[in-house]
Structures are given as structure tokens and as C-alpha cells.
């Protein structure tokens, strides 16, 4: 098909400077490496894009799962140079009436279906700017019914890459109008306790909580080797020390720790916290000082 030319409209508008597009997109989905997707999302990004360089963050999320790739986004946004463009295609509801949408934040913009896998990244970065993707001129033609990836989100974000202003790709949207995650990161910070949900389960059994270091140590006052309890939704309780990394105690001690992308991890040194413990991603546990 015949592909617009890309026109910079970046500079002031509405009083505010837009930030310009590094040149970079990222992405994810759940298609897996089997399948052609990837390569045809790459191929349709470069030829609206030529010059683009685009980043594979992971393929092999979870068929389905919008609350995997949510943390996914959320835990590695950040690290890539302002300006880039995260695509995300995580998408059950293809075909469906659920939007497809750009999110423009403080230093980010964000591409994929509004089903709430966006949302944890986009408000811990700041939302500027919602825009529905809706103006057929930016799209592949003919659209698919089941592949928006190739047809309106790869094109969305080639064309974001490229200088073209969101705000051409289609309508406005309220920010509180997007469809909320299906886990919620939250952190509530009490007195020298923290009631948090776990939003992640890796493959060696430990649990991601969805509070951030500060949160824990600053909002909380929680000190780096304090003695904690951890208390799950159905009565357990289990006993952990916070320490700077999960090396720090005996194989087999529970410990509460500084996960290197940014929230408070939970696991056993040498174990399993999933397996022995049975805590899994969605459940709301409290943490608290027992011994400061």
C-alpha cells in the first residue's frame, strides 16, 4: 500500500514543547517467535520509518496476559533515552470495540490497546495526552479484524517516530475514560508498614510488589535490615528480613529486597518463594516492622 509521507509537526503547542521522538521503539507482545508477526510489525514500521531502530523487548509474554506485559512496560520504560516510542501488543479484544490509543507522557509516548497494559508505565511516567486511534488515514488499509497490531498500532508508532504529531493520528481522549489494568499497582504506605499487591511471579519463584524502593524506605520509613512480617490475604504470615539483595541471608531465609528494576521483591535465597509459600501474582499482602 502507499504509506503518507511523515511531516514534523513537533515544536510548541498549546503553549507547551512536545518532545521530539528519539528514534527508537520498542516492542512487546504475546506472539511468540514462530509466527511471522514480529517480522511483519518490523517490516511496516520500516517502511514508514526507514531510519527508526527498533528494540525486541519480549515476544513471549503470556498469550493474553495484559497484567504480564503491564509490568513488563512499567518495569522498563525508563531505560531506554526519552522520546522513545513503546509499542505493546497484548491484545485479546482485537476486533472488538476496545480502542486503540496513543499515550503521550512527560517523557514517553506509548502505542497499543487500550485494555489497561499501558497504564501503570504511562501514569508512573505522567499522561499528557490520550489520543484515539481512529483517523483511517494513518492506518494500513485494508484494516484486519483480528491483526491491528500490523494494521494501526505499527503504523501509530512509525508515524510518531517519524514527526507526525499524535494528535493527527485521531480524537482526543479524557485520561480517566482509559480502561483501568486488571491488577492495580498499589502502595500504600502506613506507619512503618506498606499494604502492596504482588504484580509479578519470575521464573526462580519471587514475587515483584508493585512499591518502589522509596515508597517502602522513604514513604514507609522501613530501614534496610529491619525485621518485617509479611501478611497474606487468607491469614499466613511469614517472617523476612530487608536487606539490599537476596544474597545477603542463609539459603533457604525468606528476605524482602531492592529488585533491580525499581520494586521491592520478596523471595527465599536459594528457594522458591512461590512454590513454598503458594503467594501468587494478584494478591495483596501487608508488610511491617516487627523489629527496626
Not at 103 to 112: A, E, L, N
Amino acid at each position: 500500500m502507499k504509506w503518507l509521507s511523515p511531516i514534523s509537526s513537533y515544536g510548541l503547542r498549546g503553549g507547551r514543547v512536545v518532545r521530539k521522538p528519539s528514534g527508537y521503539i520498542t516492542i512487546t507482545t504475546d506472539y511468540g517467535l514462530k509466527d511471522p508477526y514480529v517480522g511483519i510489525l518490523k517490516g511496516v514500521i520500516k517502511s514508514i520509518a526507514p531510519s527508526v531502530y527498533i528494540i525486541d523487548l519480549v515476544h513471549e509474554v503470556e498469550p493474553f496476559d495484559i497484567a504480564g506485559a503491564s509490568y513488563i512496560i512499567a518495569s522498563s520504560y525508563k531505560e531506554f533515552p526519552e522520546g522513545t516510542i513503546h509499542l505493546v501488543v497484548v491484545d485479546p479484544g482485537v476486533g472488538s470495540s476496545r480502542r486503540p490509543i496513543a499515550i503521550v507522557t512527560r517523557r514517553y509516548y506509548f502505542v497499543g490497546p487500550d485494555n489497561g497494559v499501558l497504564i501503570p508505565a504511562a501514569e508512573r511516567d505522567g499522561i499528557e495526552m490520550v489520543i484515539n486511534l481512529d483517523n483511517p488515514e494513518y492506518h494500513r488499509k485494508p484494516v484486519s479484524h483480528t491483526f491491528h497490531g500490523r494494521d494501526i498500532f505499527a503504523p501509530a508508532a512509525a508515524y510518531i517516530a517519524s514527526g507526525v504529531s499524535p494528535e493527527k493520528l485521531g480524537t482526543h481522549v479524557k485520561p480517566e475514560e482509559l480502561v483501568r489494568p486488571p491488577i492495580e499497582f498499589i502502595c500504600v504506605k502506613l506507619r512503618r508498614s506498606v499494604r502492596t499487591k504482588i504484580i509479578h511471579i519470575d521464573r526462580f519463584g519471587n514475587a515483584v510488589t508493585s512499591c518502589t524502593h522509596e515508597e517502602f524506605e522513604t514513604g514507609a520509613g522501613i530501614n534496610i535490615g529491619a525485621r518485617v512480617m509479611i501478611r497474606a490475604r487468607h491469614g499466613e504470615s511469614y517472617k523476612a528480613i530487608y536487606k539490599e539483595s537476596f544474597s545477603l541471608v542463609r539459603p533457604g531465609e525468606m528476605v524482602v529486597y531492592r529488585g533491580s528494576l525499581g520494586y521491592i521483591e520478596i523471595g527465599i535465597y536459594m528457594g522458591s518463594l512461590s512454590r513454598s509459600t503458594g503467594l501468587k501474582r494478584g494478591d495483596e499482602i501487608l508488610i511491617e516492622v516487627i523489629e527496626q
